[in-house]
């Protein structure tokens, strides 16, 4: 690590402020910051704690959705969304082990946008909105490629938005190392058609899978996938899976959500 | 009834009081006064020459006490081998240099360059951020086979080409084995890859230095499994050190399985730069530094061929190995896959014409060393894979044709060198279909069926040889050490004792188990022993802990140290009571006069021979210490059947491991609880080797897994229950305690049961798979369907 001035504001507009400053980073849970500044791979001049901020904490239900603090942890989630947003509670109770959990938030997951990381899938196929400190983020828009979304410099996740789904479930097999997805997918279904949303599989970061939901907005069953591939050219090719493994694992991977969908 | 005391008895590891309550005293705890903090500026690169080195604005950081380079090191001696072979042309070895820090080319990924000393570790990585390396990068040689090519680029420029040695084994043999393999009615041909492991034990290396300049005495904390090893080579071979002004201190250490008997630049650096700083310098492994530093494991590519007669009897085998050395000799690097390696070859049974072929290769990788097993999985892993695809291509059942081949009489002279003394594999198998429940197996490949998974069934046996070993013997074979063990046995005026000992627990349970052989010889309590080692300074020369020898070598030393103190005793017990030495019996911790009723306790005799009052001084000298050393006549022979049942997801190729079981001969057992620990330790890593664990490298020579995000450990989730039985003992008949060592068993003889599992469960899916190269990730398996 490199040194750096650490402050911890109580609201999110202090947070802001300090920001604003050169060389300036927001720290959530620290499970991915942390490690990338032990290895000396980043040198922010100042750390911007998000974890004292009470207004971006929790989880509610608003209507027909679930509202998420941008610095709520993967575990509050996994047990407070669980009666409103199985689906989403479910995912984020199998993130990382049980430290990672009690720490991570969702909000540096969705700013950080590992092209293995679990929430995106869920924002994603959930068709959720992303709240920042100025504006409001649709999904589709936001995820801009592996490591990169529309948030701008100093931008702050406040709150994530999860229309909630009549029926939803993540299916993933973990790469045999880090236990990320090798490859997860999300199939929500909701009145107007169903969101499918794949992540670990592409060089391009998570990514809806079209064809996957034209055919279950029609047939919401497994075998409604039977014949669809989705092309190999884009995805992960490394030490855990080929590109043509992994185009494979879509598949399956969607199939087996569609099949625990509830 | 269990035994609640003594051989045999399941007592509890008193070591892990404090190794669960974080009592523990490991390198990393040891902080002296005014210590300083070594960080070392590592090549990133795998090939280059160096053209210069600029420490120019290192040197002027704040915190900074000394920067070094190579040239700070001129006169002082690289780091030793410690192990000659001698190739099949009577050549010996080609045995490049290795610096203390990168001399001219740097030839691996995480080969230190330059070392800063400071005041903290952060300040030290600071100012070796700052130091100026010039590199000219040359390409990489990191395939074996393209290693061996003549236009391949050189490792060492200095060497004749990246070939080390060329190693026929038994080279008297060869005609004999081809003959053989003409005659054959048939011949079964296997290529494999022993994957590259890297131990990854739980405390990573840590070294402290210090020099005391009103004495001139140097002193090295280290996490090592030997540490007389260390100040030997160290002191002898790199910085001309006496041994008595060389301490050398392996507190506790937190695992080695291998990894920690090397003697690494690391250790010499902090010793020689505790002098030239004048304060102590500490150096702490980070896990990054870990990957790239500590020697790796295995990594051999071979073919194997095995030869039958109609009647499916072995007739011959022949195996032609590569084995990874890295880009430098680490200490005992060409034993591994030589003489821990073709001496294996016969494994259980009696195929009368062995020829094995290792050319060892230099790579611009880490060096690789022995690993946990090192040698003996290699061995076993190719001949039992092999056996397997033999019944599949001639249609028998794999466990019948190794039953048909098993050796049965003991002792029995293998072709490639060694002599089992005893053994029975017929019992270990039989005990194996038993506690494996194999005729239950049909049932579960249905049941598993029935809910869409292949169910595969893997069974092998393994052989190993522990208790290393008659130096005589290893001299001849090319080690430059004697691998006797030592103990000092002393007695406490009341009555307690104190064992010092050459071995060296990091995780094994000596201190548990030590004393048990003691409190039965003597008829004690247990507690009233304690085991002393890791020290230099406290203990006698001793050869360290790998290789499964501490019983057997270790505890036979203590043994025998034991034996001359109570013979000591009896003496004085003899003079206390007033009767005829040979009169006098030792029970239960009393010496009493043989068909009498007269009798004086252990802590009367040991007090006398500190008070002596009432002495026979005229005989014998006061005190109670006695010193053994044990030069074991022969290898022990542990051996064992095991095996594995997996379930195969169609869809992802993902492995569970459902059934694990293993029925092992270790000869007689000192507490059956540590034993069954060893197994199944042993066993976790064959199945993180089979299924798992995976370091690789890229063309260039970057180290792909290089972290946990990439290279897979096992976790306990992976794991199944393992049924283990230690029930078959054949002790073994050269050692007083008649043990054979089970610390590396698991290792040896999990990975083909995991493997074959896999094959089966795909060949029941009508796949014709004969073998899949471990790990066997679920890329790897799916890719196996298809
Ligand atoms: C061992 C381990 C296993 C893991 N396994 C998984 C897994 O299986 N699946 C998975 O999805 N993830 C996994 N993770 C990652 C984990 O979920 C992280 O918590 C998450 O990716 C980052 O969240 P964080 O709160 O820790 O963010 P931090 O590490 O604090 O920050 C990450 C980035 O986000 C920024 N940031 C943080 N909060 C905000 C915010 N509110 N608004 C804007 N920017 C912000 C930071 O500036 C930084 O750039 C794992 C991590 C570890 C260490």
């Given at each position: 690590m490199y040194n750096f001035d650490f402050v911890k504001p109580a609201t999110v507009d202090e947070a802001v402020k300090a920001l604003a400053d050169d060389e300036a980073q927001a720290l959530g849970g620290g499970q991915t910051?942390?490690?990338?500044?032990?290895?000396?791979?980043?040198?922010?001049?100042?750390?911007?704690?998000?974890?004292?901020?009470?207004?971006?904490?929790?989880?509610?239900?608003?209507?027909?959705?679930?509202?998420?603090?941008?610095?709520?942890?993967?575990?509050?989630?996994?047990?407070?969304?669980?009666?409103?947003?199985?689906?989403?509670?479910?995912?984020?109770?199998?993130?990382?082990?049980?430290?990672?959990?009690?720490?991570?938030?969702?909000?540096?997951?969705?700013?950080?946008?590992?092209?293995?990381?679990?929430?995106?899938?869920?924002?994603?196929?959930?068709?959720?909105?992303?709240?920042?400190?100025?504006r409001e983020i649709a999904a589709d828009d936001y995820f801009q490629g592996m490591f990169t979304t529309a948030l701008e410099e100093g931008e702050i996740i406040t709150e994530v938005r999860f229309p909630i789904p009549q029926k939803s479930a993540y299916a993933k097999i973990a790469q045999p190392a880090s236990r990320f997805p090798l490859v997860a997918v999300f199939v929500a279904q909701y009145g107007d058609g169903v969101r499918v949303a794949v992540t670990g599989a592409s060089n391009n970061g998570v990514f809806r899978w079209s064809e996957a939901e034209a055919a279950l907005s029609g047939n919401f069953a497994a075998d409604a996938l039977d014949g669809l591939t989705v092309a190999s050219d884009d995805m992960i090719g490394d030490l855990h899976g080929t590109a043509a493994y992994r185009s494979h694992l879509v598949g399956v991977m969607a199939k087996r959500a569609v099949a625990a969908a509830s | 009834?269990?035994?609640?005391?003594?051989?045999?008895?399941?007592?509890?590891?008193?070591?892990?009081?404090?190794?669960?309550?974080g009592a523990g005293n490991y390198t990393d705890d040891i902080n002296l006064r005014g210590q300083a903090y070594v960080f070392f500026l590592r090549s990133d690169i795998a090939h280059g020459t160096i053209n210069n080195i600029d420490t120019s604005a290192a040197e002027g950081m704040p915190g900074v006490v000394k920067v070094f380079t190579a040239a700070d090191f001129a006169g002082v001696g690289g780091m030793p081998c410690g192990w000659q072979v001698t190739d099949k042309h009577g050549e010996v070895m080609q045995e490049p240099g290795h610096p203390i820090l990168a001399t001219g080319k740097v030839r691996h990924v995480g080969e230190p360059i330059a070392a800063v000393v400071a005041e903290t570790l952060a300040q030290a990585r600071d100012a070796a951020e700052a130091i100026d390396v010039d590199i000219t990068e040359l390409p990489a040689v990191i395939d074996m086979k393209d290693a061996l090519k003549a236009d391949a680029p050189k490792v060492h420029d200095d060497l004749k080409n990246n070939l080390c040695y060329d190693w026929g084994f038994v080279e008297e043999n060869k005609a004999a084995v081809e003959e053989a393999f003409q005659n054959a009615a048939h011949v079964t041909t296997l290529e494999l890859r022993n994957n590259r492991l890297v131990a990854n034990p739980m405390e990573p290396r840590v070294a402290v230095g210090d020099?005391?300049?009103?004495?001139?005495?140097?002193?090295?904390?280290?996490?090592?499994?030997?540490?007389?090893?260390?100040?030997l080579l160290m002191g002898a071979f790199v910085l001309g050190i006496p041994e008595h002004k060389l301490r050398v201190v392996a507190p506790d250490v937190g695992g080695g399985f291998g990894t920690k008997i090397f003697h690494y630049q690391?250790?010499?650096?902090?010793?020689?730069?505790?002098?030239?700083?004048?304060?102590?310098?500490?150096?702490?492994?980070?896990?990054?530094?870990?990957?790239?530093?500590?020697?790796?494991?295995?990594?051999?590519?071979?073919?194997?061929q095995l030869a039958l007669d109609a009647d499916n009897n072995f007739t011959a085998l022949r195996t032609d190995t590569h084995a990874n050395m890295g880009a430098y000799l680490s200490t005992f690097a060409p034993s591994v896959p030589t003489w821990l390696h073709g001496t294996l070859m016969a494994g259980n049974y009696k195929t009368p014409l062995i020829y094995v072929n290792v050319k060892a290769v230099?790579?611009?990788?880490?060096?690789?060393d022995a690993y946990r097993g090192a040698g003996r999985p290699e061995a076993t892993f190719q001949l039992e894979r092999v056996i397997d695809k033999a019944a599949i291509e001639l249609g028998v059942d794999a466990i019948e044709?190794?039953?048909?081949?098993?050796?049965?009489?003991?002792?029995?002279?293998?072709?490639?060198?060694?002599?089992?003394?005893?053994?029975?594999?017929?019992?270990?198998?039989?005990?194996?279909?038993?506690?494996?429940?194999?005729?239950?197996?049909?049932?579960?490949?249905?049941?598993?069926?029935?809910?869409?998974?292949?169910?595969?069934?893997?069974?092998?046996?393994?052989?190993?040889?522990?208790?290393?070993?008659?130096?005589?013997?290893?001299?001849?074979?090319?080690?430059?050490?004697?691998?006797?063990?030592?103990?000092?046995?002393?007695?406490?005026?009341?009555?307690?004792?104190?064992?010092?000992t050459g071995s060296h627990s990091h995780g094994q349970g000596h201190e548990t188990a030590f004393p048990q052989v003691i409190a039965e010889m003597i008829g004690i309590d247990e507690s009233m022993i304690e085991i002393v080692h890791g020290d230099t300074a406290n203990t006698p020369m001793g050869m360290g802990t790998y290789g499964s020898r501490s019983i057997a070598v270790g505890g036979s030393a203590m043994v025998r140290a034991t034996e001359k103190i109570i013979a000591k005793a009896k003496k004085i017990a003899s003079h206390l009571l007033e009767a005829s030495e040979s009169d006098i019996e030792l029970k239960d911790?009393?010496?009493?006069?043989?068909?009498?009723?007269?009798?004086?306790?252990?802590?009367?005799?040991?007090?006398?021979?500190?008070?002596?009052?009432?002495?026979?001084?005229?005989?014998?000298?006061?005190?109670?210490?006695?010193?053994?050393?044990?030069?074991?006549?022969?290898?022990?022979?542990?051996?064992?059947?095991?095996?594995?049942?997996?379930?195969?997801?169609?869809?992802?190729?993902?492995?569970?491991?459902?059934?694990?079981?293993?029925?092992d001969d270790f000869g007689n057992i000192i507490n059956p609880m540590i034993v069954s620990g060893q197994v199944h330790g042993g066993i976790a890593q064959g199945i993180g080797q089979a299924l798992l664990e995976n370091c690789?490298?890229?063309?260039?020579?970057?180290?792909?897994?290089?972290?946990?995000?990439?290279?897979a450990m096992p976790r306990a989730y992976d794991m199944p229950f393992f049924s283990v039985d230690h029930s078959c003992q054949t002790p073994c008949t050269h050692n007083p305690l008649g043990v054979k060592g089970c610390g590396e068993a698991g290792a040896i003889g999990s990975p083909p049961a995991v493997v074959g599992a896999v094959v089966d469960a795909l060949r029941s899916a009508g796949k014709d798979v004969t073998h899949v190269n471990m790990p066997l990730s679920p890329s790897r398996v799916w890719a196996a369907m298809q």
């Open positions: 910051l942390i490690p990338t500044l032990k290895q000396r791979l980043a040198s922010p001049s100042k750390l911007v704690s998000l974890t004292g901020i009470a207004e971006m904490k929790g989880v509610s239900k608003q209507g027909d959705a679930v509202v998420i603090g941008g610095g709520t942890t993967h575990r509050t989630v996994a047990e407070e969304a669980a009666s409103a947003y199985p689906g989403l509670a479910d995912l984020a109770s199998r993130i990382g082990d049980p430290a990672v959990r009690n720490r991570g938030t969702i909000g540096g997951s969705l700013a950080n946008n590992d092209p293995s990381a679990c929430y995106p899938a869920a924002a994603l196929g959930s068709g959720a909105t992303i709240v920042t400190n100025s | 009834m269990p035994k609640d005391g003594g051989i045999g008895a399941s007592s509890k590891r008193r070591e892990d009081i404090r190794f669960l309550t020099f005391a300049r009103g004495t001139g005495d140097h002193t090295l904390y280290t996490t090592s499994q030997n540490p007389h090893v260390i100040r690391e250790e010499a650096f902090v010793t020689f730069a505790a002098k030239a700083c004048n304060r102590p310098v500490k150096w702490t492994s980070s896990r990054t530094e870990a990957f790239m530093s500590d020697a790796h494991g295995r990594d051999h590519v071979t073919t194997i230099f790579t611009n990788t880490v060096p690789v044709l190794r039953r048909q081949n098993f050796i049965t009489e003991f002792p029995y002279a293998t072709p490639v060198a060694v002599e089992y003394d005893t053994g029975d594999y017929v019992a270990t198998m039989d005990k194996l279909t038993e506690i494996a429940d194999l005729a239950g197996f049909e049932a579960r490949r249905k049941e598993s069926e029935a809910r869409g998974k292949l169910r595969g069934l893997g069974v092998n046996c393994y052989i190993e040889a522990c208790g290393i070993a008659p130096s005589n013997l290893v001299g001849q074979l090319g080690a430059r050490a004697g691998l006797y063990e030592s103990a000092t046995v002393r007695v406490n005026a009341t009555g307690g004792l104190v064992v010092m911790g009393a010496f009493s006069v043989a068909g009498t009723d007269k009798s004086v306790a252990w802590g009367d005799v040991t007090l006398a021979a500190y008070v002596p009052h009432n002495y026979p001084l005229e005989d014998i000298e006061p005190g109670l210490e006695e010193t053994a050393f044990y030069d074991p006549s022969n290898f022990t022979y542990p051996s064992g059947a095991y095996a594995c049942e997996v379930e195969v997801d169609r869809d992802t190729g993902q492995v569970t491991i459902e059934r694990f079981s293993a029925a690789a490298y890229d063309e260039n020579g970057q180290l792909l897994s290089a972290s946990y995000m990439d290279y």
